[in-house]
């Protein structure tokens, strides 16, 4: 029995309105914020973890749903997006970073992103160099790299039928939540404005508290000190959800991680700093000096409390603090005048920033043989515990504790 046209017209309209699902207007939102997060969720995991790093291999069946989902809901193909974001870690904060705000300026990254991502992606020198040794396979080269543009284009029609008209607004919110998170919040705010744990070589931070949104990669300070990790969290304190998505991964067998951030194993206090001691250093260096830079504020605290107490001015300390424990290069011209004076006033600090840069050089030195670097270290070692200052004593003890 066929129905009356305007039954058929009621049921048009009904369909526009509530899409085939029928969800009121906050389970729409919901189902939106879900879809939205298994994208992130298989950039993080798929694309940068297990494609571009190679800190872990996937099982087919969570690699197969990854990069299908990534084609309806990015439209980005796996070998352009792994070979931007080697180069990223490869040219990291020069003029040949497809990305970085310290070059480029933090609008343009925050706000034409997409943009710089579109125009690498059409650089044939930067796929060939840097996108070796991803999925080459039959559906890669006549589905997701041939038809790349039409993923997108099905995600909408899934998208008007499921939830009817507001399904546009469903799928606008799908295709911009990757510029948004990546292009803007990772690739702009995770190299211009945060916190470090470690003194990475570049500008990269984490930025907190990110991370329901963009399953871990908030910790961008962290996973540019380890690149090749599986995790991106390294003090109790952080939380990487993708992570913990790998985690229940492998409990089922679909991935296996091959590296996570290594850690510094202290024992028994060695008479003397060996080879083993400098490998156990040079490895973990990172480690090192985050645990040498919070003797550091340690250090600072104590100087401006004594100040405090004899009600002298302690405003240049307190302004050059935060620069203490930095490389130099990564002290800007505006703090060095008042980092300098601070170190002439209080020579205790001097001598703690002096003998940082002298452990750094330790790994620095490529011109050195093993024997000799273990032979400075020792010296290193010997004047930090003859030089009065408590805070390089006990950290020299900690380092002839340090075993690989």
Not at 185 to 202: Q, T, V
Not at 241 to 263: D, E, N, Q, S
Not at 270 to 278: I, S
Not at 361 to 389: K, Y
Request: hydrophobic share 45%; charged share 20%; with cysteine.
């Amino acid at each position: 029995m066929m129905l009356p046209d305007w039954a058929v017209l009621t049921a048009a309209i009904d369909w526009l309105a509530n899409g085939l699902l029928d969800l009121s207007w906050w389970q729409i939102v919901i189902a939106a914020l879900v879809m939205t997060h298994i994208t992130i969720a298989s950039v993080t995991i798929f694309l940068h973890r297990a494609q571009a790093h190679r800190a872990m291999d996937l099982h087919a069946i969570p690699s197969h749903f990854f990069r299908f989902w990534l084609w309806l809901t990015t439209g980005m193909v796996t070998k352009e997006w792994v070979a931007i974001h080697r180069k990223h870690h490869a040219k990291c904060e020069t003029h040949d970073d497809p990305h970085s705000p310290q070059t480029r300026g933090i609008d343009t990254v925050l706000y034409r992103g997409a943009e710089l991502y579109r125009a690498e992606a059409k650089n044939k020198e930067t796929i060939a160099k840097f996108g070796i040794g991803t999925p080459d396979d039959w559906i890669e080269r006549n589905l997701y790299t041939r038809f790349s543009w039409q993923g997108v284009g099905l995600m909408l029609i899934i998208d008007l039928a499921l939830f009817g008209a507001v399904g546009a607004a469903v799928w606008a919110l799908q295709m911009a939540w990757i510029p948004i998170t990546a292009a803007g919040i990772i690739n702009g705010i995770g190299h211009f404005w945060g916190y470090r744990n470690f003194e990475a070589p570049d500008a990269s931070t984490n930025i907190s508290p990110w991370g329901l949104i963009i399953g871990g990669e908030e910790l961008h300070n962290n996973h540019h000190t380890y690149p090749t990790s599986a995790r991106f969290s390294v003090k109790p304190y952080e939380f990487d959800l993708g992570w913990f998505y790998i985690t229940l991964m492998t409990k089922v067998g679909w991935a296996t991680v091959k590296k996570v951030p290594p850690k510094l194993v202290l024992g028994a206090i060695k008479p003397v700093a060996d080879e083993k001691t400098l490998e156990a250093v040079i490895a973990n260096r990172y480690e090192v000096m985050a645990g040498y830079a919070r003797e550091m504020r340690r250090a600072c605290k104590a100087e401006i409390a004594m100040l405090k107490a004899k009600g002298q001015d302690f405003s240049m300390l307190k302004s050059a603090k935060r620069w203490m424990h930095r490389d130099d290069d990564k002290v800007p011209a505006s703090a060095k005048p008042h980092l300098a004076q601070a170190r002439a006033a209080h020579p205790v600090l001097d001598k703690m920033v002096t003998m940082r840069e002298e452990l750094r050089q330790m790994w620095m030195n490529t011109s050195q043989s093993r024997e000799q670097l273990a032979l400075d270290l020792q010296a290193w070692c010997h004047r930090a515990e003859e030089s009065g200052i408590d805070a390089l004593r006990q950290f020299s003890y900690k380092l002839r504790a340090a075993h690989a």
